[in-house]
């Protein structure tokens, strides 16, 4: 069993969050811990990233706003969600599904493990559906480093705000 890196959990803790981001699109808010990159990624409205690789990944947070049909709920989203992450993740295993919030909003928390590559990876989603938006925070690190990403991601989501 991995236990988390030290020096990342320090590095990631060492702030609050600063960098913010506000998507012109949707207008959601966010903010970033202290020393974590900005960055981009086709498909993600925001990106941000770990400020040290662990074993040659970087640890990153992003947000993906999907269009979804009017009345689409919650339950529905993650109804359709879980067979299309089987399926683009062959051997992917759920291992937390629990209600949540999300910008005082009712949300859907998703963790899960799944290999990518040479990388055994562990994701945290956080994701709430509103109006014709579903709004999917998604956390990423290693395998067996889940607890130095836990408080990092907490305070990202506390930090997410929707205004529209």
């Not at 020096?7 to 970033?32: C, E, I, M």
């Not at 992003?62 to 269009?67: I, K, M, S, T």
């Amino acid at each position: 069993m991995n236990r988390p890196n030290l020096a990342l959990t320090l590095a990631l803790l060492a702030s609050g969050p600063v960098l913010a981001f506000t998507d012109p699109r949707t207008g959601f808010s966010s903010a970033a811990p202290s020393g974590w990159k900005q960055s981009t990624y086709q498909g993600a409205a925001v990106v941000y990233l770990a400020p040290k690789p662990l074993k040659g990944f970087n640890p990153n947070i992003n947000v993906v706003v999907q269009d979804v049909p009017a009345a689409f709920t919650l339950g529905r989203y993650t109804e359709v969600s879980l067979p299309q992450l089987k399926a683009a993740l062959p051997g992917s295993k759920v291992v937390v599904l629990r209600a949540t919030t999300l910008s005082g909003l009712g949300a859907t928390q998703l963790n899960y493990t799944a290999t990518q590559g040479n990388y055994k990876l562990y994701f945290t989603q956080t994701y709430t559906v509103v109006g014709k938006h579903a709004h999917l925070l998604t956390g990423t690190t290693l395998q067996g480093q889940e607890a130095a990403l836990a408080p990092v991601m907490a305070a990202f989501v506390k930090s997410f705000t929707i205004r529209r």
